[in-house]
């Protein structure tokens, strides 16, 4: 009988902690709202059984409701640390949170579902209903929850650090970066000077614009920053010049943008090019990309449980008291509806949220075309990008360079890319492409 050995098991030398910063910070906010909901249910069980209330026990039993989802959130802030450096998750456990936030979607909805098919019953066939006890009620759940949302304290979303490694072969990825790079809404414009990258830097600072000039190496120093004068025009006329300063990596705007960020804006060259001029439209609503793909949706779901459930207590409160003083009773239903309607709606988004990044759709277009950007500015081509979510505030991406260089192996693309600090893992496959 011939024997077999079995291949071992390959580790790589390095990990794949894709968790967010407020990580454990929120693991124990949720465990402390967990705690609050379960005192509250077993007071309110309590109280019904010996004053005989069966809307106490009710409310008692809706609390375990509210314990039992934030008991996802937990679970799933627990499972992702302890398995964080399992080599069986190839991304690392960064999407735990984000499969919780999808699960805690579906039982939002559910949860709509059922408010509204009881408010639509009662509509139909209405109750008694004893207005004093249902207020009280109602006052001790929204109460509750607003000191679950203080306790949950809006889920802080931070940023992380990582570190870089390369492999040969033309292939190579890197993790963590050089530095954080929040660019609210980049954008890239081909001048005579090569292209210039845009930015809107505002990391607790005030916000300035950032330009980095993306050409070959052979034109460095063709274009100063002195070249370059960026101008806003506003709604009704105001127009405001901005000069560029040497900031190291970028040339940064000496004055700081004014809020909104809704303007038009002027890019200018000096005399030596030309007198180009370009003009590009920023909107209030843009460049929200960055701060999605930072967001804790484990967070955000325990959040909305809690937003959800104050809401309800609101409208509650609203069609029961149409209903004792103004004698309007089929506004307690028809609260419950709007109620249900909420919280559809709430759901609709994280559901939307998180199965997007479960399904690894592209977190940030931008990102995606300032990456290619940079490639084509070397006198390369990108044969394929990928660019997908690991977890809060970590971005995956594999880029495969068509490169006429055969000096510019992957570790030079690694490098060129740190600049982007959202990326914390990074693979780069550079092969010959062919001239002409």
């Known amino acids: 009988m011939k024997g077999s050995a079995r291949a071992p098991l390959l580790v790589p030398d390095h990990d794949h902690v894709f968790l967010g ?4 910070r929120n693991a124990r906010r949720t465990w402390s709202v967990i705690v609050l909901c379960t005192v509250v249910m077993v007071v309110e069980i309590a109280g019904g059984l010996h004053y005989g209330s069966l809307a106490l026990i009710a409310d008692g039993l809706h609390m375990s409701t509210h314990a039992a989802a934030m008991l996802i959130a937990a679970v799933a802030y627990g499972y992702a640390r302890g398995h964080a450096r399992d080599s ?7 999407k735990i949170g984000d499969l919780a936030g999808f699960s805690s979607a579906i039982i939002l909805a559910m949860i709509a579902l059922l408010i509204g098919y009881e408010a639509v019953a009662r509509l139909l066939h209405p109750v008694r209903i004893d207005f004093d006890q ?9 109460g509750v929850n ?5 306790l949950l304290g809006g889920g802080d979303h931070g940023h992380h650090h990582g570190h870089d490694h390369g492999h040969h072969h033309g292939h190579g990825h890197s993790h963590g970066h050089a530095g954080h790079d929040h660019a609210d809404d980049a954008r890239v414009v081909d001048t005579p000077a090569g292209r210039l990258h845009l930015s809107i830097f505002e990391d607790g600072v005030p916000p300035r614009f950032q330009v980095r000039v993306l050409q070959d190496p052979g034109r460095q120093g063709a274009v100063a920053a002195g070249d370059v004068v960026l101008t806003t025009l506003r709604e009704g006329g105001a127009r405001q010049r901005f000069a560029l300063r ?10 700081e943008i004014p809020e909104p960020h809704a303007f038009e804006l ?13 003009t590009l439209h920023y909107q ?10 930072h967001r804790d949706h484990n967070m955000r779901a325990a959040f909305v449980h809690v937003a959800a459930d104050a809401a309800v207590s609101i409208l509650a409160i609203a069609g029961l008291a149409a209903g004792k003083y103004f004698g309007l009773n089929f506004m307690d239903p028809v609260m419950g509806i709007v109620g249900a309607l909420v919280i559809a709606n709430w759901s609709f988004g994280l559901l939307r949220d998180t199965g997007a990044i479960l399904l690894d759709m592209n977190p940030d277009r931008a990102l995606s075309h300032d990456i290619a950007a940079l490639v084509k500015s070397q006198g390369d081509r990108v044969g ?3 660019l997908w979510r690991l977890g809060p505030g970590h971005l995956g991406a594999i880029v495969s360079v068509r490169s006429l260089d055969p000096a510019r192996d992957s570790a030079y693309y690694q490098r060129l890319l740190q600049r982007f600090g959202d990326l914390s893992h990074v693979t780069v496959e550079v092969t010959a492409a062919r001239s002409g």
């Open 21 to 24: 910063e407020g990580h454990d």
């Open 88 to 94: 069986r998750f190839s991304f690392g456990t960064g």
């Open 134 to 142: 249902a207020i009280e009620i109602a006052f001790l759940g929204l």
């Open 146 to 150: 607003i000191l679950s949302a203080w």
């Open 246 to 255: 040497d900031a190291g990596d970028c040339w940064e705007s000496v004055d």
């Open 266 to 278: 002027r890019i200018e060259l000096g005399p030596r090019f030309e007198g180009f001029t370009a």
């Open 284 to 293: 209030e609503d843009e460049g929200h990309s960055h701060a999605d793909h």
């Open 384 to 386: 394929d990008l990928h």
